[in-house]
């Protein structure tokens, strides 16, 4: 983060980092530099430092300088998707014969990366339930490089003490990356509290509009960083100029839809366990919640995602699913509409059978910035 945007308040820094008034014609915005490659002033005179856009894009340099300046670190990376984030990560930092910890909860596209993608590659992965400080440290061998996170977790909201963990990775001399999708840089800052890198799905609520897909990573290490973009330029799945510019657009007002993210899914949460149907909910600001007590310590508040478990099985919770009208059935999550789904048939059907498998009568919602009046009703009648 440049000392420029250091001293300046969250909602401040996402409108303006990285968000410089174009010195040709003073355009507030950064303009979408839909380009491929620049004329040199002679041989290797690069105007800027841009030779081709693979290497670096100016919309996405406006991008990555934002990203960066949000979650505390000193050098962010945009990509063209969360998982090509993470592979990129991976490839950068493992060898063969390496091994990791990952959560007994992930997004199934990252359990099938460790398990149908890296392994094969001759990384090993264990699987440990990164609530429980001492089965993460257990689960730490000789071999381990990188200790794994989401918090809150996907699909079940579990909570993860990310400077506790952090502590054990320090002292195993392991890195720990941080799985900020969930919460957004908005309710959590993982570097603050002892992360080395911070992944993102830009898709979910960075871009916050169901229009693009993307993914960063962050750090707050200038030799990782470089070493990052090193891997970045030289695998090529960058972020193009039109979707950083998207992400950039809807950035600007993460803060306040956060805020009512969180606040109707509040108000949801109060009605779905006095619900009859509901046999449990799962989300963070409840006080009953396992991770309340850490997540009211690292979170500003607890987010829009909500899990919970029906009566009747896997058949009444794809019900529920069918039935809803305002909440869209479909995948994804964190944009303004609000949307309902059964993971174990959807987002993780690919961990069915192993040991992140998820209850048949989960639904979990991405609650939107609708009407709270009219997200209620549409549960209500959905749950019948």
Avoid at 104 to 128: E, H, I, P
């Amino acid at each position: 983060m440049s000392d420029q945007h250091s001293h300046q308040n969250f909602e401040t820094r996402a409108i303006h980092a990285g968000n410089t008034a174009d010195p040709l014609t003073g355009a507030v915005v950064p303009p979408i530099y839909q380009v491929s490659t620049y004329k040199q002033d002679g041989v290797g005179g690069l105007r800027g430092g841009y030779e081709y856009s693979r290497s670096a894009n100016p919309t996405r340099t406006a991008l990555e300088e934002n990203l960066a300046a949000l979650e505390g670190g000193r050098r962010g990376l945009a990509f063209a998707s969360g998982l090509a984030a993470e592979d990129c990560l991976l490839r950068t930092l493992l060898s063969p014969g390496d091994h990791v910890v990952i959560p007994n909860d992930a997004y199934g596209g990252t359990f099938r990366l460790f398990a149908k993608v890296v392994q094969r590659w001759g990384v090993d992965f264990s699987v440990a339930n990164t609530s429980d400080i001492a089965e993460v440290r257990a689960a730490v061998n000789d071999r381990t490089k990188l200790i794994w996170v989401e918090t809150p977790s996907n699909p079940l909201l579990g909570i993860t003490d990310i400077e506790a963990i952090a502590g054990v990775a320090r002292h195993a001399g392991v890195k720990l990356v941080v799985d900020n999708t969930f919460a957004s840089p908005y309710l959590q800052q993982p570097l603050a509290l002892g992360a080395d890198v911070v992944v993102h799905s830009l898709t979910k609520y960075m871009g916050g509009h169901s229009d693009v897909v993307g993914g960063a990573l962050v750090t707050a290490d200038e030799a990782l960083g470089e070493e990052l973009a090193y891997h970045q330029n030289a695998m090529g799945a960058v972020a193009g100029p039109f979707d950083s510019w998207i992400v950039l657009r809807g950035i600007k007002t993460l803060a306040v839809r956060m805020d009512r993210h969180s606040e109707n899914a509040e108000k949801i949460v109060e009605m779905l366990t006095q619900h009859p149907k509901v046999t449990q909910v799962l989300y963070p600001g409840l006080p009953e919640h396992p991770g309340h007590e850490i997540a009211v310590k690292q979170m500003r508040s607890f987010g829009g995602m909500i899990s919970f478990r029906v009566q009747g099985g896997e058949e009444a919770a794809v019900e529920v699913c069918n039935r809803a009208q305002l909440f869209t059935l479909g995948e994804s999550l964190g944009g303004v509409e609000s949307l309902i789904e059964h993971p174990g048939r959807m987002t993780h059907a690919s961990v069915a059978g192993s040991a992140l498998e998820v209850p048949a009568d989960l639904v979990r919602l991405s609650v939107g910035i609708e009407n709270i009046d009219d997200l209620l009703a549409d549960l209500r009648q959905a749950l019948g």
